[in-house]
């Protein structure tokens, strides 16, 4: 295979909208029209439920991580690691502008990177992995955890690999892409305004808007 032909099909491969195939069999809707609007992992939590949401995310993970797995062994090209980052980057870009939906309206990348780097270099992506997790534990927010991730990503890839490294200068480049992904998030959280994870939404807007009770009529408050 050409490398070339690798770096089309990982991003054809990437561009499989799996939380837009989730909400049509599921329920009969298009998810960029629920929720936040993303078809990544977390809105497909929100509208869809953890079950569903699990499986979108292993899948866009998987399809991070395959063609760097894969394809290197179907070419014939010095530094096929070398390719392997350029499939991987490939396949994310394909995530975030997917051509099955002419470029428009894919997710952030998040967890198809973390298939691309988990393949590429294992312990310092389940190290970004785990600061993921607790921060969501600890605060509630997915986009906080997916920013603290990618801070951490780089500098232990730094640690493991080395500055010199290749991986190392995609983990940082892509770590900059996803605080420019979440730019919004960012501002929300700032004001206070974003989603927490396993909250409903509405609940503290009804409350808020909710009338004050009535005085009672004839009481002390009248006299």
Known sequence: M?????????YVLGSIPAALIAGKVTRGIDLRQHGSGNLGAT?????LGAKVASVVMAFDAGKGALPV?????WISVPHPELWAIGFGIAAIVGH?????LVGKGGGKGVATASGVFLALAWLPTLLSAMIWILVI???GYVSLASLCAAAVLPVAMALTEGVGSPVFVVAALVSLFVFWSHRAN???LIRGEEHR???KRGASEGAAAAPPPAPPKGGSAAR
């Open 186 to 188: 960012i501002g929300r």
């Open 2 to 10: 050409h490398p070339a032909v690798g770096i089309v099909l990982a």
């Open 137 to 139: 534990v600890r605060s």
């Open 197 to 199: 994870f396993g909250a």
């Open 43 to 47: 809105n497909a939590y929100r509208v």
């Open 96 to 100: 975030v502008w997917p051509v099955f």
């Open 69 to 73: 797995l894969l394809f290197p062994r």
